[in-house]
């Protein structure tokens, strides 16, 4: 197709795409899926090579949200009969966060329900990341605590935090639509807050919530413009007990697209299938690899996932490798712009991540290509090949055979293990 060629090679030159071209990723047919996969996998394996980064969340403080986001299970009236608790004490969260770097994990996001943090508040997550710190100094720590207030973006910088998360969601224009105790505005204040703090910004969406295509194409642009170092694309979790209960409109092909539209946009920043990824990928999971470079390992916040062993059984099986902590996220002409920037950020659960959530993605006006940080520049040949033939042959009748209109709404699972828990955490 000419335009995947064209997006193609405009990844390859971290050009940006244009509005157009953008949706028509998104209009693509199933007969096209598998060569959109491939032309956003030669995408991703130009700068991050066959690494894939293993995320791991914490939710600090879970339930009673006094903001009514409309796809959140933490939301204030939320019905969802999900954990709710207050913090947790450094201990337990280091304990928590262990677990998960046991599994593979390079980076711990901590989470906490509510509209923002309290100076207080500031001062527990200061307290719980020495403690993760203190146990393996390497972890890359994100915070995702909701809308920031003056200095204390700075203030958990100087505490040891790499990152902070918080998403936009979805299209300023619909924003008003699915929550009304902040805007929109507030969100991306507060991701320009900590990336002005020199923390490695990271802002995403949420899809599956009813929107357009126009305006997911204006979610991820307007992501791109913000320039953060990672994008979680979140799939909604239509929890019961919430207003987006009965949204179930996403397919496996539909995720795929979407994902491939934000490597063609973003396509030197990481890339995380955050959120959902079991729940509406199923099967297809590992054609999700070839396209975002970062996932989460184990369970959500409030929800949970397939079994951490089956995450790197999938990595492995689908010729990927878990990224070690020696190596540099991003690629090096992003790294070298923020100081060496880790490059990723939490990005957690679409139905449940309250005000915090996600990541973003920038461009830069240069052209000039390197390959990817903490590997080598892949040969292109050989991989095309790999991914337009035996690697996707066992995809390509799955694919053809899924219904458009096809929803299991029987996989939604209430996190009853892991932090806030006597139950060990899946990682």
Same mark, same amino acid.
């Given at each position: 197709m000419d335009l995947l060629?064209?997006?193609t090679d405009k990844g390859l030159r971290r050009e940006l795409p244009t509005r157009e071209e953008a949706l028509a990723v998104l209009a693509t047919t199933d007969d096209d899926l598998l060569d959109v996969v491939a032309a956003a996998g030669r995408v991703?394996?130009?700068w991050f090579g066959r690494r894939v980064k293993l995320n791991y969340l914490v939710n600090?403080?879970?339930g009673l949200c006094p903001e009514d986001c409309s796809y959140c299970s933490q939301r204030l009236g939320s019905k969802a009969e999900i954990l709710k608790y207050t913090w947790l004490k450094p201990d337990q969260a280091a304990e928590a966060a262990a677990a998960g770097v046991a599994g593979g994990a390079k980076r711990v996001c901590l989470v906490a329900s509510g509209r923002g943090p309290t100076d207080r508040d500031i001062d527990r997550v200061a307290d719980t990341i020495a403690a993760i710190k203190g146990a393996d100094e390497q972890v890359e720590v994100c915070a995702c605590l909701g809308l920031l207030s003056d200095n204390q973006a700075e203030r958990l910088k100087a505490a040891g935090a790499d990152a902070y998360n918080h998403n936009l969601n979805t299209s300023e224009s619909t924003y008003g639509d699915i929550t009304t105790t902040h805007t929109y505005a507030d969100r991306v204040d507060t991701v320009t807050k900590a990336h002005g703090a020199g923390l490695s910004a990271c802002s995403g969406l949420?899809? %599956?919530m009813g929107e357009s295509d126009e305006d997911l194409v204006d979610v991820v642009f307007a992501l791109r413009e913000l320039d953060p170092d990672s994008v979680p694309v979140n799939f909604l979790i239509p929890f019961e007990g919430t207003p987006l209960a009965e949204e179930w409109n996403l397919t496996p092909q539909r995720c795929l697209r979407i994902l491939a539209m934000v490597r063609f946009v973003c396509p030197d920043i990481e890339v995380r299938i955050a959120g959902g990824r079991e729940v509406h990928l199923r099967s297809m999971q590992p054609?999700?690899? /070839?396209?975002?470079n970062s996932i989460f390992l184990g369970d959500y916040l409030t929800s949970e996932g397939q079994a951490g062993q089956a995450d790197l059984d999938m990595i492995k099986d689908a010729g990927f490798e878990v990224e070690g902590a020696e190596q540099t996220t991003?690629?090096? /002409?992003?790294?070298?712009?923020?100081?060496?920037?880790?490059?990723s950020?939490? %990005?957690?659960?679409?139905a449940e991540a309250g005000c915090g959530g996600g990541s973003g993605c920038g461009g830069h006006e240069e052209t000039t290509a390197c390959g990817p940080c903490g590997g080598h520049a892949p040969e292109q040949a050989a991989d095309d090949a790999a991914l337009n033939g035996a690697t996707l042959d066992g995809a390509a009748s799955e694919a053809s055979q899924a219904s458009d209109d096809e929803a299991r709404t029987d996989l939604v699972r209430v996190r009853r293990r892991g932090a806030g828990t006597e139950l060990a955490p899946n990682a």
């Open positions: 060629d064209t997006l991703r394996r130009q600090l403080k879970s949420i899809a %599956g054609l999700g690899l /070839h396209i975002a991003l690629p090096r /002409h992003r790294a070298a712009a923020t100081g060496g920037g880790c490059g950020v939490c %990005g957690g659960e679409s």
